[in-house]
């Protein structure tokens, strides 16, 4: 297949809602960024772009959360991701927003074109409306109760707790969160996307033509949706938030996000083609680009089915590969920013990068891990313990270890420049590890057009690793002690050492896709611009030259210790308590009652609320706060994991009866599953206490 004219990279479009965690990171733009500056380090013609979703019910909902308005919620989530991006090494060419006026012009168009074409349909349906707000009902405005699982609290489009995906009809008892009342169905008019018009092109671009070449998630998400039979799509909705709807009788309407975000990716290369001097429409319209969409596994469906029949519509290129992830959790748990068990990147890089104990290279050690365990094929799982591995194990014992040796003994037994080599003498072992290195640029070259980021990584890693074992065996610090008797012996320890050098300079390149500062670390050591690490050069033995003066070592990466990563699990254990106990506990004396929205009868019945006995409690290992109980509910005994060590010791509540929720779904906590919730009532200092009856009574007994 011939190699691509220019490539045009994209990241999903983040909301700009709120802080965004690790997962976000691991799914979509560290493999992005890895990819554009491989590209790029090839010398190819590459735009990588992305930017801040700002529209959709996400960002008002945000602006009430936090007593503010939508403006000012994007003006300061948008600066602060783009800055996260930068910390974190991810090197967009342009980060763009929904936001600018380009944008909404470029949105607008978009839908001018496919409304004038016939393309669109429009259809009037009945929706939920708030009477007393006066307002249509997003999704996203509507709770209720959840069909699958009975949680009291899901929205509209989704479930929170079981993650199942919903519509505002399917909830029941739906009320509106805008007045807490029951929304009525009335009619309004939007315009439609006819998804089911292209179901015979997207079964044959999809599941025949990439077939071969996309991840099977991808396809598999794709096909079930496919053969499910697709439905037209609303492109338009009733909200005051958004790129307003460019027709006259459109008014009180903005386009759906989902409409509006992709083409974000368009209209930020606009923008990128004003700052640069260049056109962007070649990046669009020129078949010869190749267009690739990283995104996470929530966003198949848009970026595969739904963006390309609207760029198929418009006139543009299609996506060449959409290399989609599943999703990371955290110590054994989902990552949830509703429950506070999520790493932010903004608490990693105050944690890691500003507070000097490593700076940017920690950056790297969070890029390293993060591709390590890669979610490319299925969910995976970022441990603290395996975090500090990967970095003590890995980039400071093998990577970081190999690099200082052999900086060490050049400036220890050869004068701190490059010596020479001496194909006299040369022996298999040479050979071997020169044939290793050649090889292995090789090997990264494929995986990483293939998107295997995690396999191409190991591969480098790997060389490091041949690294060490060659100079091991060849043991120049004891080939030194002969040089007294035997002058002749230099030679056999210039060999090692020159092609330790140049095997450190293959690295560098290698690794920098990956590890951008490290690479540049490696440079600034090795005194070579940082031209050196286009790959063109990986493989090569004539990196360095004979004679050139390095400079002295530096340590690429530090330990990290285990109070570190106790610090880390303590903090996120923490904050994950202090919310669950925002959410669970009953407050009996708090100096301003909120009041929440009127119930029927029938939803108070749905909760289980009966007598049990705490027959034993005992610390959570390494956490503070938790406490593991077991409770006599009479019928049987169950452990529920409550965040109330701080106010009673194991001792003073064994014994005690309580009231337990019993039918609340199971959840880990700290690796422990609790099956269920103990009531408490906090005073107005902040105190805890059980809510039990006067008198002792069975366990099992119902409380009504």
């Not at 998804?195 to 079964?203: G, K, P, S, V």
């Not at 301003?592 to 034993?616: N, R």
């Not at 194991?650 to 609790?674: D, H």
Request: negative net charge; glycine residues 6%; proline residues 4%.
């Amino acid at each position: 297949m011939n190699q691509p004219k220019r490539y045009l990279i994209t990241a999903a479009l983040p909301y700009a809602n709120g802080q965004k965690h690790i997962g976000h990171l691991a799914g979509a733009y560290l493999p992005a960024d890895i990819y554009a500056r491989y590209l790029k380090s090839q010398k190819r013609d590459v735009v990588f772009v992305c930017g801040s979703d700002e529209h959709g019910t996400a960002i008002p909902i945000q602006a009430t959360k936090e007593g503010t308005t939508a403006r000012a919620i994007i003006d300061k989530y948008h600066p602060l991701m783009e800055q996260n991006f930068k910390d974190l090494g991810i090197a967009f060419d342009i980060y763009h927003r929904t936001s600018d006026p380009l944008h909404h012009e470029t949105a607008q168009e978009f839908f001018t074109k496919l409304n004038n074409n016939g393309d669109l349909e429009i259809k009037e349906s009945e929706q939920y409306y708030d009477e007393e707000a006066k307002s249509f009902l997003a999704d996203r405005y509507i709770k209720g109760t959840c069909p699958n699982c009975s949680f009291d609290s899901a929205y509209g489009d989704q479930c929170e707790r079981c993650g199942k995906s919903l519509s505002p009809d399917e909830l029941i008892n739906p009320v509106s969160t805008l007045s807490g009342k029951a929304p009525v169905k009335k009619p309004t008019k939007h315009w439609y996307l006819p998804l089911d018009r292209h179901e015979a092109f997207l079964r044959e671009w999809i599941l025949n033509e990439h077939a071969n070449d996309w991840r099977a998630n991808v396809l598999g998400q794709c096909k079930s949706w496919i053969d499910g039979g697709l439905q037209p799509r609303a492109v338009t909705r009733d909200l005051d938030w958004g790129v307003k709807v460019p027709l006259a009788d459109a008014e009180g309407k903005v386009l759906y996000v989902w409409f509006d975000a992709p083409i974000g990716y368009i209209s930020a290369t606009k923008q990128w083609a004003i700052n640069t001097g260049n056109d962007w429409k070649p990046y669009w319209e020129d078949k010869d680009t190749k267009l690739v969409h990283f995104i996470g596994k929530d966003n198949i469906v848009f970026h595969c089915i739904i963006f390309p029949v609207m760029l198929k519509l418009h006139g543009n290129i299609l996506p060449a590969n959409v290399p989609s992830n599943e999703f990371m959790n955290l110590e054994g748990d989902k990552m949830s920013t509703s429950r506070n068990w999520k790493l932010d990147m903004q608490d990693y890089i105050n944690d890691f990068i500003n507070k000097e104990n490593g700076g940017s290279q920690m950056a790297d050690v969070l890029r390293y891990y993060l591709t390590q365990i890669a979610p490319e094929t299925k969910d995976s799982e970022f441990m603290w313990k395996g975090f500090q591995d990967a970095n003590n194990s890995e980039l400071v014992s093998i990577f970081g270890n190999f690099v200082n040796r052999t900086f060490v003994l050049m400036h220890k037994l050869c004068g701190g420049k490059v010596p020479a080599f001496h194909q006299d003498i040369t022996d298999e072992l040479d050979q071997f590890t020169i044939t290793e290195i050649k090889n292995t640029a090789v090997k990264v070259t494929g995986l990483l057009e293939e998107y295997k980021f995690r396999e191409a990584m190991f591969e480098v890693i790997n060389l490091a690793r041949t690294g060490n074992q060659y100079m091991q065996k060849k043991e120049p610090w004891i080939v030194a002690k002969r040089l007294a008797e035997d002058p002749a012996a230099q030679k056999s320890i210039d060999n090692c050492l020159h092609i330790c050098l140049q095997l450190t300079a293959n690295l560098a390149i290698l690794i920098n896709p990956f590890l951008p500062f490290t690479a540049k670390k490696m440079c600034h050591m090795m005194k070579v611009v940082d031209k050196m690490l286009e790959w063109e050069n990986a493989g090569s033995m004539k990196l360095l030259s004979v004679g050139y003066t390095l400079r002295a070592p530096e340590l690429l990466f530090r330990k990290i210790e285990d109070s570190e990563m106790m610090e880390q699990i303590e903090k996120l254990n923490a904050a994950s308590v202090k919310k669950e106990t925002e959410q669970s506990v009953v407050s009996s004396e708090q100096k301003t009652v909120t009041v929440k929205p009127e119930i029927v009868f029938d939803d108070f019945a749905k909760i289980d609320l009966k007598v049990g006995t705490i027959v034993a409690a005992e610390k959570v290992e390494k956490a503070d706060k938790l406490l593991k109980l077991q409770v006599d509910l009479g019928f049987e005994t169950r452990t529920i994991v409550s965040g109330i060590a701080m106010h009673f010791s194991p001792e003073e509540i064994t014994g005690k009866q309580v009231t337990v929720v019993t039918n609340l779904a199971p959840r880990k906590m700290r690796g422990i599953e609790s099956n269920g919730m103990i009531l408490m009532a906090e005073d107005a200092n902040g105190k805890l206490h059980f809510i039990n009856p006067e008198e002792k009574i069975h366990p099992g007994s119902g409380v009504s």
